[in-house]
């Protein structure tokens, strides 16, 4: 999303529609200096969730009346001079995996009982802390499951590229809403894609922070240590304005990424340095499947090889090889937490097919089995981590395919379903595994306009390096 034009202190920033043409940082700007009123950009995102979302599927459940009379707080705090956190009157909207006071979590699952939270999730409570307005809860695959984001509680999510088509999974509503322009940014979840995944599908940036950067609010205990939360935006400095809000309080976990130097933003806006960047298409899932790239996909790629080269990085080919134990290992770590889900006593038979195989498995898995396939991992991550410690960045396609269609992955088998998401995103769960950082670049737009773009891994703690290579590539 370009930026809008420079106000003028003490000037009024356009309503309506021209709230639209702003960035979320000359948003940001716009309401920290009283240009703009949170009330009126609540109305003006709330407006274009009134006309698009029964389109688009993004929201499970919009706040209106919670989301404007924060607004209203948020206008008399400006007006009483009182001190203003980060994101001041910002609208957002969080995944339905994490609780927001007040609201059901439905968890994208028809077998949880809608109760709403009495407290808001860690993510949450440090937006709503640094001065964002949730506008509502965006749809995701049951339990935060799948690449693609479909279930029984509400209409599927959809591109806003092509509504035929996944805007993927799992923060799928919730990139969809930001490309859509129904919020300016919006925070997702990623345990094995979830962030990178849908912004690769709708043209956005999305950033998978370092392990222990930011609280999740994943929903499920996460046994394997892979989930983080990350920002869905349009360019990379909204995207970095987002992240400084993320870690702006303790996560209190005790494994962390280090600490910063200076504000993810101020490396977004300087967009300097020059790295070597390594080049793979290898997947660890090769081992199991055929892992082919789209035409796209490599266009996709070699339009990133071409940006990156003008913008003066060193680019080679990467020899990195993959653990061949890795499909089984993960897939066991990645559903068993399906095993330990309270339901209902008729929760079970409200589960999609997809959830419920995947938990009968899950169930007749022994700790033994667990406990091995966690060993598997962590030298997994070890050995990859070490590979990749020969360059600054490592460069893969994001995803292998165009956006699938709605509906495209379920066959009537839970173990093609899985493998389908596999093929269509091979090269995103390691990274989890491997607790780096990663971000996806839009690169190219198909003849149909649909977007591909680039991921890039960065070294331990190095987001605001691939902060810094994605403004160099992408929109200011």
């Known amino acids: 999303m370009p930026k809008g034009p420079a106000a003028q202190p003490g000037a009024r920033m356009p309503s309506g529609e021209g709230i639209g043409s702003l960035s979320a940082l000359a948003l940001r700007d716009a309401l920290a200096r009283g240009e703009l009123s949170a009330r009126e950009a609540t109305e003006h995102f709330l407006e274009r969730i009134e006309k698009l979302n029964p389109k688009l599927g993004s929201f499970i459940t919009v706040t209106a009346d919670t989301a404007l009379a924060e607004a209203r707080r948020a206008d008399d705090a400006l007006a009483a001079g009182r001190p203003l956190g980060i994101l001041h009157g910002m609208p957002l909207a969080h995944k339905d995996l994490t609780d927001v006071a007040g609201v059901p979590t439905t968890m994208g699952s028809a077998a949880v009982p809608l109760v709403p939270a009495g407290t808001d999730g860690p993510l949450p409570a440090v937006l709503r802390a640094a001065g964002a307005i949730s506008l509502g809860k965006t749809q995701v695959p049951e339990f935060g499951l799948s690449s693609y984001s479909e279930n029984l509680v509400a209409p599927p999510a959809r591109n806003p590229l092509d509504p035929a088509l996944s805007p993927g999974g799992s923060s799928g509503g919730s990139a969809a809403a930001v490309a859509a322009g129904m919020l300016p940014f919006a925070p997702g979840t990623d345990g094995g894609g979830s962030v990178r995944i849908p912004a690769a599908a709708t043209g956005l940036i999305g950033l998978k922070p370092n392990r222990g950067r930011v609280p999740s609010g994943g929903g499920q205990r996460d046994l394997g240590q892979f989930v983080v939360a990350g920002p869905l935006a349009h360019t990379a400095a909204d995207a970095a304005l987002l992240l400084d809000a993320m870690v702006a309080q303790p996560n209190y976990h005790a494994t962390s990424a280090a600490p910063v130097s200076g504000s993810f933003l101020a490396a977004a806006l300087r967009a300097e340095g020059k790295f070597r960047i390594g080049v793979s298409t290898r997947s660890p899932f090769e081992s199991r499947l055929d892992i082919a790239l789209d035409p796209e996909a490599r266009l996709g790629l070699e339009a990133g090889i071409l940006a990156l080269t003008g913008a003066g990085h060193e680019i080679a080919e990467a020899d990195v090889h993959y653990d061949e134990r890795y499909p089984d290992a993960f897939e066991l770590v990645w559903t068993a937490p399906l095993a330990n889900i309270p339901l209902p006593a008729e929760g079970e038979e409200k589960l999609t097919p997809l959830t419920a195989a995947m938990r009968r498995r899950a169930l007749q898995r022994s700790a033994a089995d667990l406990a091995g396939a966690v060993e598997v991992l962590r030298t997994f991550e070890e050995e990859t981590i070490s590979q990749y410690a020969g360059w600054d960045m490592i460069l893969t396609p994001t995803v292998a395919m165009t956006p699938r269609p709605i509906g495209w992955y379920w066959t009537g088998d839970a173990a093609e379903d899985y493998?389908?998401?596999?093929?269509?995103?091979?090269?995103?769960?390691?990274?989890?595994?491997?607790?780096?950082?990663?971000?996806?670049?839009?690169?190219?737009?198909?003849?149909?306009?649909?977007?591909?773009?680039?991921?890039?891994?960065?070294?331990?703690?190095?987001?605001?390096?691939?902060?810094?290579?994605?403004?160099?590539?992408?929109?200011?």
């Open 419 to 476: 493998a389908l998401q596999c093929r269509y995103s091979p090269f995103t769960s390691m990274v989890n595994v491997c607790g780096l950082p990663a971000v996806t670049i839009p690169t190219y737009v198909t003849g149909g306009g649909l977007s591909m773009g680039i991921q890039l891994i960065g070294r331990p703690g190095a987001e605001a390096d691939l902060l810094a290579v994605a403004a160099q590539l992408g929109p200011q």
